[in-house]
């Protein structure tokens, strides 16, 4: 995810990039020759730097005690992790909270963001360098979103692979049935932008179609109720997160 950031960001910021793996930040400024890098062994000021956080959850207590002074921003990425949770380790004069995902390296983020309202505009206006993104009033709020936005590309490739897989399965070539999808999951971007999903279903359907048939063995394998339960158990997840962070 902290590098998907980096590429989007790069282009329209300074960047400075602080880590504990030397090997890691080399690769990475390989990679994106814009950026500073800077192995993170000894205290790190941040008083006045805009902070964004992007490490796993059980590294912040090892993490924090780095970091010296009071941050003008800190914009966390981590899931589960509360703002009450950030502020107790790092000090700042303002906390956000934001979900991206991968779409970030493409500039197709869908960035759930929380926090103190007086930064609202500026964080708009950083993740939507990357993508879009979306201010939810709570932090609960975005505990859900996080199981959409932040899992959902997972969740999207599992459809994309069985989708190609059943191609497959019923003669097509797999770089033809891989062509396929991808066209369709390009395609389908701007007509969910313009339609709600019922819509499209019934635009598709005719009655005792092809379209149908696929649409009934989907509700027998129970598809959208696993969708709905994976949005479910995501959200548990990033509650019992937040509950040991």
Not at 11 to 29: D, H, M, Q
Not at 167 to 173: E, P, R, S, T
Not at 190 to 198: E, Q, R, S, V
Request: hydrophobic content about 45%; some cysteine.
């Amino acid at each position: 995810m902290a590098k998907a950031l980096i590429e989007g960001l790069v282009s329209s910021y300074e960047i400075e990039v602080f880590g504990r793996n030397e090997t890691a930040l080399k690769a990475l400024k390989k990679d994106v020759p814009q950026i500073r890098i800077k192995v993170l062994a000894d205290l790190e000021e941040i008083s006045g730097k805009n902070i964004v956080l992007c490490v796993k959850p059980y590294s912040l207590p090892a993490l924090a005690p780095k970091l010296e002074g009071e941050a003008n921003a800190l914009y966390s990425v981590l899931a589960g992790t509360s703002i009450e949770s950030l502020s107790s380790h790092i000090k700042a004069k303002k906390y956000i909270r934001t979900m991206p995902n991968l779409g970030a390296s493409h500039l197709k983020s869908m960035t759930t963001i929380t926090g103190d309202e007086a930064l609202k505009e500026q964080a708009m206006d950083i993740f939507n360098q990357i993508g879009r993104s979306l201010w939810l009033s709570s932090e609960n709020e975005l505990d859900i979103a996080t199981g959409v936005a932040g899992s959902g590309p997972a969740y999207l490739a599992l459809i994309a692979e069985a989708m190609a897989d059943g191609a497959v399965q019923q003669g097509l070539k797999r770089t033809d049935a891989q062509t396929l999808v991808t066209g369709l999951f390009e395609g389908f971007a701007p007509l969910l932008a313009n339609d709600n999903p019922a819509d499209i279903k019934d635009g598709v359907m005719s009655p005792g179609g092809t379209t149908a048939a696929g649409y009934a063995a989907m509700e027998r394998g129970s598809v959208r109720n696993a969708m709905m339960e994976a949005i479910a158990e995501a959200y548990a997840k990033a509650k019992e997160l937040k509950i040991k962070n």
